[in-house]
C-alpha cells in the first residue's frame, strides 16, 4: 500500500525547488512514432521513458517496460507498433516550482519513478526522475518513496 504524504512529513529537509535539479532536455515523440524508433531514442539518450506529445501537448508517457510488457510479451513487432499503442495516456506531472520532497511524496503516493515537469502555463519544461531526487532530497525519504513505489499490491 502506498505511503501517505502525513507519514512522512516530519522527514522533509529539502526545499530545492525541482526546476534547479530536473532534467530540461527531454525526448519526446509523436503518437504515430514506431517502438523501434522509441527504443533507439531510449538507447541513445540512456534513459527509460519518452513522453509522447502531439500539436505541443503531452499525451502520453512511454517506458522501457511498456516496449517490453505492452509489445513483446504480446507478440507484437517493435518496427510495426506505433507510440500510440502502448503508451500510458495518463501524464502524472509537478510543476517546476515544487521542493524536491515534496515530489517525492507525490511519486511514492502514485507509485511512480518519474514526472514530467510543467511551468505556471502548464507547458512541460523538463522531467525529474527517482534517481535525480536521491541527490537532492533526504534518504529516509528517498527510501520510503522507493519502497513503496515498488511494493507490489495485495
Known amino acids: 500500500m502506498p505511503i501517505k504524504s502525513e507519514q512522512i512529513q516530519s522527514e522533509t529537509v529539502s526545499n530545492k525547488s525541482i526546476k534547479e535539479i530536473m532534467s530540461k532536455n527531454v525526448e519526446v515523440v509523436s503518437p504515430d512514432t514506431l517502438l523501434h524508433d522509441v527504443a533507439k531514442k531510449m538507447l541513445n539518450r540512456d534513459c527509460g521513458c519518452i513522453l509522447v506529445e502531439m500539436d505541443g501537448r503531452l499525451i502520453g508517457v512511454i517506458t522501457d517496460r511498456d516496449i517490453a510488457l505492452r509489445c513483446v510479451a504480446e507478440g507484437h513487432h517493435p518496427s510495426e507498433t506505433r507510440a500510440e499503442q502502448v503508451m500510458t495516456p495518463e501524464i502524472l506531472y ?17 507509485r511512480v519513478r518519474r514526472l ?21 532530497s533526504n534518504f529516509p525519504l528517498i527510501g520510503k518513496a522507493l519502497g513503496a513505489i515498488c511494493r507490489r499490491e495485495a
Open 94 to 110: 509537478c510543476r517546476d516550482t515544487d521542493t524536491a520532497d515534496d515530489v517525492t511524496k507525490n511519486m511514492a503516493e502514485n
Open 116 to 136: 514530467a515537469v510543467l511551468d505556471a502555463n502548464k507547458k512541460m519544461v523538463g522531467i525529474v526522475t527517482l534517481g535525480d531526487l536521491s541527490e537532492h
